[in-house]
């Protein structure tokens, strides 16, 4: 079977990308492995998030008599809540495969295995193209130490299927990942200890924001070890785990129901690779700004290419990918990618950091404004909140933004939407914004320079 384009990876990247280049008028076939919609629908963002928005109702009834709500009593059915979360899932993945219904698309469900830069080859069939490319994302690291495949040890795929609420929960990993399952399980009234091997945790975050990230966590009860390196995961012989870490230059343990490793991701690359030529490291395959690999025609994106692993960057990279194979040039800005953590409270960033800025020899302007100064804020009684941001001192265009506080996710958005258009701090300034909204932080902010 002959196409314009294979694509292999039917995630974000891969079933929105076959989208974009059937409505252009390119002929497509998607081959998948697994369920439709990749990580982030199955076992990622999709889920989580819909376990943050259980934490929050939690955190809400916990907080009911500053309300005004006396009495107001709760109790965690964990298992319902997972039962909901498949059926969030299910829902999305059937709207999954109803967009790859389009009269261009073929999808094909099997494991894909690279022949040559022109045929892959699946469920016995050869599917041959003019172009490919690759979306096959990636899969949970571990950590090479004493214990971490021991049955106590879970990753980020594992803990989504669990029916019982441990009592206790040790997290190695302060990234994203580890951070929104420490919220989480820790809104539920489990036990929760961080242990991250950097000085601070999400060390590619704003340094301000990620310290009092780690103040927030602390203050609902959380244990954070931060400089602490596992040595090693053992049965302590009542049925919990032994955790051995360094901290310091002390050895020190803690004991815990499960572990979970949450040290990053590895790109999963797919079989025959090396027989086509696509260069790749441990990292991930090697691309241009085009997505192109080495070899003409074989183009590589999202997680597998490990220059973002948001799904949102693999989406954007597919389209950039697409314009690439039509000749075609697009305003698509990938060094602008906003990025969230939903944890309680949120985080968010997009552009440089202060720190980077320093580091770099860029002058800037740095100002910031405050939740307990907002009014919506106030009234919503979710006052623990920051909004940085970095500002060209020469051209005063804005640079970068970094938030802590509600609807992180959400605020940075309009920050990252001015920055796409080359705005300055001052068009912001002129920019009016509706009263009485969080939105009111951002312009806040912009009104101190």
Do not use: W
Request: hydrophobic share 40%; glycine share 10%.
């Amino acid at each position: 079977m002959k196409t314009d384009l294979i694509i292999i990876g039917a995630g974000p990247g891969g079933y929105e990308t076959a989208h974009y280049a059937a409505s252009r008028g390119l002929t497509v076939t998607i081959l998948e492995s697994q369920e439709l919609g990749g990580t982030c629908l199955n076992r990622g963002c999709i889920p989580t998030k819909t376990l943050c928005k259980n934490a929050d109702v939690v955190n809400q009834i916990k907080e009911a008599d500053v309300y005004g709500i006396s009495n107001a009593g709760y109790t965690v059915d964990f298992p319902k809540m997972i039962a909901r979360k498949n059926e969030v899932v299910s829902q999305l993945r059937e709207g999954v495969a109803m967009a790859l219904k389009h009269p261009g698309i073929t999808l094909v469900q099997g494991e894909a295995v690279i022949v040559s830069p022109r045929i892959v080859l699946c469920r016995g069939e050869e599917y041959e193209c003019d172009n490919m490319i690759i979306a096959t994302g990636s899969m949970p690291k571990l950590l090479p130490v004493e214990g971490a495949e021991m049955p106590f040890v879970l990753t980020s795929d594992e803990i989504l299927d669990m029916q019982e609420l441990p009592k206790s929960l040790c997290i190695i990993g302060g990234g994203v990942i580890g951070l929104e399952f420490a919220s989480i399980f820790n809104s539920f009234g489990v036990e929760v200890t961080i242990v991250e091997f950097c000085k601070e945790i999400v060390p590619n975050f704003d340094g301000d924001i990620a310290k009092r990230l780690r103040q927030a966590l602390i203050k609902k009860g959380i244990v954070v070890n931060v400089g602490a390196a596992v040595t090693s995961i053992r049965d302590s012989g009542n049925g919990m785990a032994l955790i051995s870490y360094e901290q310091k230059g002390k050895q020190l343990q803690l004991q815990s129901e499960k572990v979970l490793m949450a040290v990053g991701r590895a790109p999963c690359v797919p079989q025959g690779l090396t027989a086509a030529g696509v260069e790749f490291s441990s990292r991930g395959i090697c691309v241009d700004d085009n997505m192109k690999t080495n070899v003409p025609g074989v183009y590589a994106i999202g997680d597998v290419n490990a220059r973002c692993m948001l799904a949102h960057a693999a989406s954007f990279q597919g389209k950039r990918a697409v314009n690439a194979i039509l000749g075609e040039c697009d305003n698509i800005r990938l060094d602008i990618m906003p990025s969230a953590i939903f944890t309680s409270p949120e985080v968010s960033m997009v552009g440089i950091t202060e720190a980077y800025s320093k580091e770099n020899g860029i002058d800037v302007v740095v100002k910031k404004s405050f939740f307990r100064a907002n009014g919506k804020a106030v009234a919503m009684n979710e006052t623990d909140g920051i909004l940085k941001m970095v500002v060209s001192a020469d051209t005063r265009k804005i640079l970068g933004c970094h938030i802590l506080g509600a609807h992180a996710a959400d605020l940075i958005q309009e920050v990252a939407a001015l920055m796409n258009c080359d705005k300055t701090i001052d068009d912001l300034k002129d920019m009016v914004h509706a009263h009485p909204t969080l939105s009111e932080v951002v312009l806040s902010v912009a009104n101190q320079y």
